[in-house]
């Protein structure tokens, strides 16, 4: 799918993670039509559109979490660094350790503190990391998530006994601790108030500059206030993409924009 | 209709108060140290105790579980993670079925297997039986308690690169753990009680013994050999060992109500 403003793909942009003809399916359902959608480095790209429209689906199938749905599976490839993920002989674990991923509600480990929890993803990768490297990683991850000043003292405390909006700047932190590439967030403010939201929105500003940040929402307000670029999706299939700017102020199609004045939603 | 359901549970509960309170009545007074450490003595005669059946009880439920236990809570966690298939559903009709049969038929097949071939009864024996009844109620309760474990959370371990068999072993049993105990507990306090399996195959014996390949002694067998038996120092001592043994059942069935309280306190 091309941008208004590039014909074709810029050959020096670096594009961190790319999708070509993916389809994402349920048994025999088609869930997102074939879709092409290029993400490039260090931005944040939003994805919007309806309930039910495939934004989320889209959205597990970059880093393969699609397929562990119950019937889920997809054609075509996503290219991460130009490799394609789903090539044959591809470890999805691995792929899952390279691209972190934040849901709707928090969901810290329940049995875990605060550290572990942030430290788990270190824990389970195929380096062996020494204590010193772990606590350096997890000090880094809580301060770029926001929360480290509020949690230093109680590292070693249950993780669950933080309030709701902290626990998803701790998952944010657990997901950003392995330095994966890609970051997914699926309505990471869909189940907090307006001040958590506000938090993680002002997160993605900082983390873009280290991260290539991919943000389904519901709420388009959100995706005009923290993305570069945005998606719209409607029915399974990529509609519109364009700089968040061009999107919200002048749309191309005429779905975009209708579902963006709220004729429908 | 408050009042109606208030009288009902009483009414249910009623049953455990007079069993306690007529097994404190006719068996407390037989209570004393010698009770516990001391083995029977020959039939009519006055004083010792059941530290055989004691000894014996622990020795057999300590068996069943070390066989038990692992089958039961690891058939119960493949059940919840993976059992969602032909093979799943096998293995849950097989429990349930497992689960309703009589402990006096599991008796009978563990006495065709372990004690018919070996030519005399045994510890071992009653511990294998035991531990049949233990699997099926372990694999239900381990199964429910992780179903419980929320889905969201396998897939932030899912997420995070963790391969299923991990997410499963690590994060799942280790959110599920305090149900999974309380349900151990629960299952070592019902076999602890059982007298019909035990019949045919750890048999009772009468004097001190902690050979597994020996008959062994049991608190319910002994209960049965002494309450069926003609002498009333027979009856007295069955009185204070039946309140023996529900002290155990109750203390277990404490110890896992706090190991509840524990996990989920928040």
Sequence with gaps: MERPEEAKRPDNALVRIETRRLSALFGRNIAVKETSLFFPTNTVTAIIGPSGCGKSTFLRCLNRMHELSDGGWSTGSVLLDGADIYAAGVDPVAVRRRIGMVFQRPTPFPTMSIFDNVASGLRVGDRAYRKAEIEESVERALRQAALWDEVKDRLHTSAV??????QQRLCIARAVAPRPEVLLLDEPTASLDPAGTQRIEELCHELKRQYTIVIV????????????????????????????TQLFTKPAKEQTEAYLTGRFG | MTGLVAALALLAVAPLLFIFGDLIHKGASSIDWNFFVKSPVPAGEAGGGVSNAIVGTIIIVALACVVGMPIGVGTGLFLAEFGNGRLGWSVRFIADVLNGTPSIVVGIFAWTWLVKPVGHFSALAGGAALAILMIPMLARTTEEMVRLVPNSLREAALALGY????????????????????????????IAGETAPLLFTALGNLNFSTSIREPMQSLSLQIFTYATGPFEEWHRLAWAAALVLMALVLTLSLAARWATRQRYGS
Excluded at chain 1, 161 to 166: E, L, R, V, Y
Excluded at chain 1, 222 to 243: C, H, K, N, P
Excluded at chain 2, 175 to 187: D, F, K, R, S
């Design chain 1, 217 to 244: 929402t519901h709420n388009m307000q959100q995706a005009a206030r923290v993305s570069d670029y945005t998606a719209f999706f409607y029915m399974g299939e990529l509609i519109e993409i364009d700089r968040t």
């Design chain 1, 161 to 166: 006994a933080i309030s709701g909006g902290q």
């Design chain 2, 163 to 190: 391969p299923r068999w991990r997410t499963s072993l690590t994060i799942v049993v280790r959110t599920a753990m305090g149900g999974i105990v309380t349900g151990a507990l629960v299952a070592v306090a019902r």
